[in-house]
């Protein structure tokens, strides 16, 4: 199936021009004779909107102007629509950007601008955007870009997140072209990429040595819980050094043994090259991209054991193991605590029964083609539930997960690559009179025939080998540590490609004196400025101003007062010969809007991080600040459980041990419990309570 060019355009009033896309943008700059042509950001993208866009006739949220790009795909000829919306700063519910405050850029001016890049799901290419597009979690792309060139790569959902027409690379392959060719500055992700079940940045980081966006050049940004660039490095080259043969040997008294040890002689009988560590092995189980039918039709047919050079241990299909072995899957109610979702647990919970009730009624009628489409279970659980919103951040948690007594299982079928969604009964997980195949669970990974599923076996070491390690410990700590480095991100260099310009990187140096320490938070990334190649120095300063004017909310007024180490030159002294273009210029001025309430991108308020794990910044995990000295610390580090709620009160254990005698001080008044019960004098209410705050805090 594929949606025609007209189909695509039909409720358009005019016929827009059509890029191809997979060459769009073109890898020529926008103009040849402005300075916009090797320039910021800030320009590039108003140059881009003019040429290759066409403004909507409608806004959104916040009086948002949307301009849209059709891209037609070569090899299917449907047609994509790709938003650009226009975010003002000054008129938005959300001027600050959490985004920033996640991956270090807490103390960045905001920026007067945000550029969102969106491609809504499938279904809805045909309909305008509505309001609260922003929130939307389906977009198959939504990046985010500043008007500065710093930005957010927010979602990418392929084929894995329910597109039926897009992969994943695909839409990473335009997204990098379009931040190529924009010239943005840096780029962050969030990555939380998986596939059937497994964290690719773990996945890869093994295999590869760095994450699935790592092939486009992102690398590691920030880690949570005080992990540090080295701890990644070193996680990643520990765990793929693993030698197989130690592998092999570690899992002999395991009942996994024969599984592991027969993968493994598998893949290595049938590699060119000798594989001897787990980087080895899982590179080539991932190159591997399918069998030949032939190969799978004899499987599947006549399942015979497979005896390898080096093992001559033999394996069969055990259905009987199959159905004496019971998933073990996590409860909905567990994960919901886990979400940190703007939606109650009540209500995740009840869309869940009411998918839950949509597939039990279908699966009355006959499950086809393996399961039930994502785009179906949506539109059935729609009846019930009109927050659609609600709905998609249900669904996409969905996978191997028990709602009342039933497991709901998450699988793409082969045959029509799409998302599809499947229940099995508690107990009744290998129901042979099912017509769906039966979605293999990360968590056990029954006995089947090496190679007939390369995912499977990959699945099976993934889990066994990089989370479950029976005899090394140290083999939990790296995987955690990069299950724990999320935050990657992306430097384009700037490259000056015209003749007769010159180009430098201003930055701000605030002077202390003058301002105070309202500006303590850090240094400001610099702003390229492009002049003339004869500009003296007074229209450079002038083309500073205007860049930082034209930028941040707390420029508007900005006066360039002095260049730094520039000082013997005059305004009309020209700069070609005297300053090499592409250096760094510091400037100084006047007319910083120390009382806007457009600052920084982490907001005005000020906090202190200092957690016992190391971290000392916010990284977007979840905290609690002690009610005496306000210090933030995560959850985890100080005992309280995901599934926890946060205590009213809570002091940290520096001000518990500075404000209270150590506990065996307190005992040791009353050794024993009973002693209280010889007391002269009852116990008041307010010295009950003291007591039992001392046994909370202490």
Same mark, same amino acid.
């Given at each position: 199936m594929h949606i025609p060019i007209l189909e695509a355009c039909g409720k358009r009033k005019r016929r827009q021009k059509i890029q191809p896309f997979h060459s769009f943008p073109p890898s020529h700059r926008l103009s040849t004779e402005s300075a916009a042509a090797a320039g910021p950001f800030r320009d590039n993208i108003r140059v881009f909107l003019q040429q290759y866009a066409d403004i909507e006739d409608y806004n959104v949220q916040w009086m948002m102007p949307i301009w849209c790009t059709l891209l037609q795909h070569e090899d299917n000829s449907f047609v994509v629509p790709l938003y650009t919306i226009e975010?003002?700063?000054?008129?938005?519910?959300?001027?600050?950007?959490?985004?920033?405050?996640?991956?270090?850029?807490?103390?960045?001016?905001?920026?007067?601008?945000?550029?969102?890049v969106i491609i809504p799901a499938d279904l809805d290419w045909n309909k305008p955007l509505e309001d609260g597009f922003l929130d939307v979690q389906t977009h198959l792309l939504h990046g985010l870009i500043h008007s500065n060139g710093f930005g957010h790569l927010i979602c990418i959902n392929g084929i894995e997140g329910g597109s039926k027409y897009l992969c994943g690379k695909e839409i990473m392959d335009l997204w990098d072209r379009l931040c190529t060719h924009l010239q943005t500055w840096k780029i962050t992700v969030e990555d939380l990429s998986q596939k059937q079940g497994m964290d690719l940045r773990l996945l890869h980081g093994v295999a590869y040595g760095h994450s699935w966006f790592g092939r486009w050049g992102y690398m590691f940004c920030r880690g949570s819980f005080g992990v540090a660039n080295h701890n990644y490095d070193s996680a990643i080259e520990f765990l793929g050094s693993l030698e197989l043969d130690k592998i092999i040997q570690d899992f002999s008294d395991t009942d996994q043994y024969k599984e592991i040890k027969q993968i493994i002689h598998y893949y290595r009988d049938r590699s060119e090259t000798h594989l001897l560590t787990t980087k080895d092995l899982f590179r080539f189980m991932l190159t591997v991209k399918s069998f030949t039918t032939s190969f799978k039709k004899q499987v599947l047919r006549n399942p015979k054991p497979v005896s390898s050079s080096k093992s001559q241990g033999r394996m069969t299909v055990d259905t009987k193991n199959l159905t004496k072995n019971k998933n073990k899957c996590q409860k909905f109610s567990s994960l919901v605590a886990d979400m940190g979702s703007r939606w109650p647990a009540r209500r995740l919970e009840y869309a869940a029964e009411v998918i839950v009730d949509a597939l039990r009624t279908k699966k009355a009628e006959g499950f086809e083609n393996g399961g039930m489409a994502r785009q179906d279970v949506r539109d059935a659980a729609r009846l019930h539930i009109g927050d659609t919103g609600l709905l998609d951040y249900v669904l996409k948690s969905l996978?191997?997960?028990?709602?009342?007594?039933?497991?709901?299982?998450?699988?793409?079928?082969?045959?029509?690559?799409i998302l599809e969604y499947s229940i099995r009964e508690l107990g009744n997980e290998t129901d042979p009179n099912s017509k769906v195949p039966a979605v293999q669970n990360p968590e056990h990974i029954s006995e089947l025939v090496p190679g007939a599923d390369v995912y499977r076996d990959v699945v099976c070491l993934y889990t066994n080998v990089l989370l479950n390690h029976p005899k090394i410990e140290l083999v939990e700590v790296a995987a955690q540590a990069i299950l724990d480095s999320k935050c990657f991100v992306k430097e384009w260099s700037f490259i000056g490609e015209a003749e007769r310009l010159l180009s430098f990187i201003c930055r701000l140096r605030p002077d202390f004196e003058d301002i105070g320490v309202q500006l303590n938070r850090g240094l400001q990334p610099g702003e390229l400025v492009i002049v003339p190649l004869?500009?003296?120095?007074?229209?450079?300063?002038?083309?500073?101003?205007?860049?930082?004017?034209?930028?941040?909310?707390? %420029? /508007? !007024?900005?006066?360039?007062?002095?260049?730094?180490?520039?000082?013997? %030159? /005059? !305004?009309?002294?020209?700069?070609y010969g005297k300053i090499e273009s592409s250096s760094e210029i510091w400037v100084r001025g006047i007319g910083i809007d120390l009382e806007s309430n457009f600052r920084y991108q982490g907001g005005t308020d000020s906090w202190i991080v200092r957690c016992e794990c190391g971290a000392q910044d916010d990284d977007g995990e979840r905290m609690v600040a002690c009610d005496i000295c306000e210090v933030w610390q995560h959850t985890d580090c100080v005992g309280i459980g995901d599934s926890e709620t946060v205590p009213p009160l809570f002091v940290c254990s520096v001000c518990c041990n500075s404000l209270m005698p150590p506990r065996y001080n307190c005992l040791s008044k009353c050794e024993m419990a009973d002693d209280l019960l010889l007391l002269d004098q009852p116990l008041s209410e307010c010295a009950l309570y003291d007591l039992q705050c001392i046994e909370d805090f202490c």
């Open positions: 975010e003002d700063v000054k008129l938005s519910q959300q001027p600050t950007c959490d985004h920033c405050r996640c991956c270090g850029w807490a103390n960045y001016f905001v920026s007067k601008r945000k550029y969102h996978n191997n997960v028990i709602i009342g007594n039933y497991i709901v299982y998450r699988a793409v079928n082969p045959m029509t690559r004869h500009a003296n120095v007074s229209e450079l300063k002038q083309a500073v101003e205007n860049a930082f004017r034209d930028t941040y909310c707390i %420029l /508007e !007024d900005f006066s360039v007062t002095e260049f730094v180490n520039m000082e013997e %030159l /005059e !305004d009309e002294d020209k700069l």
